[in-house]
């Protein structure tokens, strides 16, 4: 684990250490994945916004300096202005800095992660999507290649507390396993999936 410097808010942000980006980078390279955004990879980011009731889905590939959503579900409104007054909060684009959001997290462990209230967590509760985006819950599972090397991730996050549970769990675990299957034939065959 490597701690980031302050940010301007001064607080420290842990982001897990990925011995593995280079290597990552070079492997989406080659496959030809994580530069440009995908209709098939949106559509199943949309399939699985609506199997979980999410507002949110992703299909996220992370390089090693940002994250690039290939497949992506937001909402199809904006969200509203606060009643107190505040800031609107700015949509979800395709790209991410790599110490947003949770995904590096499960790329790191190699596993599912499933945060029901992000502010739960100090780790993640002042993670820059809960301040930017007003994520409060996510769901997401690694998209492990073949060769054992993790690509990236499929999740999805609410801006309410969420009970994911274990049929969220089995979901988005299940999701990564079936989309990781249909890039490796798609990658052999060409693109689209």
């Not at 808010?9 to 390279?29: C, I, Q, S, V, Y």
């Not at 599972?141 to 801006?159: E, H, K």
């Not at 309410?160 to 798609?186: F, H, N, V, Y």
Request: glycine residues 10%.
């Amino acid at each position: 684990m490597s701690y980031d410097p302050p940010r301007p808010a001064g607080r420290l942000l842990l982001t897990p250490e990925d011995k593995e980006a280079p290597d990552r980078a070079r492997r989406l390279r080659l496959l030809g994945l994580g530069e440009q955004p995908e209709p098939a990879l949106d559509a199943f980011a949309g399939r699985l916004a609506e199997r979980t009731g999410a507002p949110y889905a992703m299909v996220n590939f992370i390089g090693e300096q940002r994250q690039f959503f290939a497949g992506l579900r937001i909402p199809a409104t904006r969200p509203p202005v606060p009643a107190d007054g505040g800031e609107a909060k700015p949509e979800v684009g395709r790209y991410m800095e790599r110490d947003h959001g949770f995904c590096p997290h499960v790329v790191v462990r190699r596993k599912a992660l499933a945060l029901e209230d992000v502010r739960d967590y100090p780790r993640f509760a002042g993670n820059p999507v809960v301040d930017e985006f007003g994520i409060r819950s996510y769901l997401g599972a690694p998209l492990i290649d073949s060769t054992g090397m993790v690509l990236g991730t499929v999740c999805v996050a609410d801006v309410e507390p969420r009970t994911w549970g274990k049929p969220g769990l089995e979901t988005i675990k299940s999701s990564a396993s079936e989309l990781m299957a249909r890039l490796e034939q798609g990658v052999a065959g060409g693109l689209p999936l």
